[in-house]
């Protein structure tokens, strides 16, 4: 077993049925304890306890626990990562995506980066960041 992966020591809880309001910052989401527990499995497996490297992996937790197998824009903000767009890959057309994105201004925009998170709780997912050097 890995901390990345779901175990029974830590199995994973459902999906919310409802996506979190967006902009989210992620930082400032809150896990149900199940999931808490599995963060802490992984921070003491990955050595990442305290600093910007926890609160990475928190925030990569949280991406694939709220919005996992969904298309996503971010924008990393001094706060931490930032959804402004949660999408379905295979549904949305690229005019909603755009209207989704409209509210930013012409610099966040410049800032944005897309993700695919693996749906939380799949076997095959890993934890990965979308900024190389977080790692």
């Known amino acids: 077993m890995t901390p990345l992966q ?8 459902p999906r919310p049925k409802e996506l979190p309001p967006l902009p989210a910052v992620l930082h400032q989401l809150s896990l149900p304890p199940e999931a808490e527990g599995y963060v802490e499995v992984a921070a003491k497996y990955l050595n990442r306890r305290r600093g910007p490297e926890r609160q990475w992996l928190e925030e990569d937790i949280k991406l694939r626990y709220f919005f996992g197998g969904l298309g996503v824009a971010l924008i990393r903000e001094p706060s931490g990562l930032v959804v402004v767009a949660a ?10 995506l755009s209207a989704a994105l409209a509210h930013l ?5 410049r800032r944005v980066v897309f993700a695919f998170p693996d749906r939380w709780g799949e076997q095959d997912s890993a934890i990965t960041s979308v900024f190389p050097n977080a790692d």
């Open 105 to 109: 201004s012409p610099e966040q925009r």
């Open 6 to 13: 779901p175990s029974s020591e830590v199995p994973p809880p």
């Open 87 to 96: 999408y379905d890959l295979w549904a949305t057309k690229e005019a909603d």
